[in-house]
Nanobody, 121 residues
């Protein structure tokens, strides 16, 4: 079993910043990729940013230049620094991790419970 615990959401004014954190725990042999998705009301879930185990970041077009993803491999933790926030960034942000479990070495993909980010205009 692998679990994700997220933190850092909240309410912020447009132009402000927030930092999200997500830590994975459990039967983890290796994490290949961790990242963040978001889902706004009435919209489909979209990829925001993810980072590979080698440290290569990838960003959705709507957040490039404003968001920065980073990771701490030793702690199985990923961070999302969100700057210059806009009202359209308002959504529930979900952490996602893909990797391999200990023991039988099965692939896993898990989701966090979601954290709400609200950006007021």
């Amino acid at each position: 079993q692998v679990q994700l615990v997220e933190s850092g959401g909240g309410l912020v004014q447009a132009g402000g910043s927030l930092r999200l954190s997500c830590q994975a725990s459990g039967s983890i042999f290796a994490i290949n990729e961790m990242g963040w998705y978001r889902q706004a009301p009435g919209k489909q879930r979209e990829s925001v940013a993810f980072i590979t185990s080698g440290g290569s970041p990838n960003y959705g077009d709507s957040v490039k230049g404003r968001f920065t993803i980073s990771g701490d491999n030793a702690k199985n933790t990923v961070f999302l620094q969100m700057n210059s926030l806009k009202p359209e960034d308002t959504a529930v942000y979900y952490c996602n991790a893909k990797g391999i479990t200990t023991g039988q070495g099965n692939r896993f993909e898990v989701w966090g419970q979601g954290t709400l980010v609200t950006v007021s205009s």
